[in-house]
């Protein structure tokens, strides 16, 4: 799964530091990829950039398979419930991604959570 996961998240603009943390958290919950969010950035391992993207496509799919099953149990469209969930998820990474190239450096690292400076 993660050899599949990696060339889309490079697609989007997220580096491969964080395709395990969001495969995990796809597959499994947030409560899991949270807990492993967390020691990855502990221990330094995933760059901010690559957090920024992998918190938001985590946030949006974190329980992409589950609720699409209980909404096909009530009757819902596959199409309408998985594929385009999917692919909202994606356009917004992608563009998230995008815009945060362009910033300025100050501005990037108030967008991760670094240290403001004084008198900002």
Request: with cysteine.
């Amino acid at each position: 799964m993660i050899q599949l996961l990696q060339p889309l998240l490079s697609l989007l603009g997220v580096g491969s530091a964080a395709t395990n943390v969001t495969m995990v958290g796809m597959a499994l919950g947030l409560s899991y990829g949270a807990d492993m969010t967390i020691n990855e950035v502990g221990a330094g391992q995933i760059p901010p950039r690559d957090l920024l993207g992998a918190i938001t496509l985590l946030g949006l799919c974190h329980r992409l398979f589950e609720d699409t099953l209980l909404l096909l149990l009530i009757g819902a469209d596959l199409s309408g419930i998985l594929w385009a969930r999917l692919l909202f998820a994606l356009l917004l990474v992608g563009g998230e991604m995008r815009l945060y190239h362009r910033l300025p450096a100050r501005l990037r690292a108030r967008a991760v959570g670094g240290r403001r400076s004084e008198g900002v």
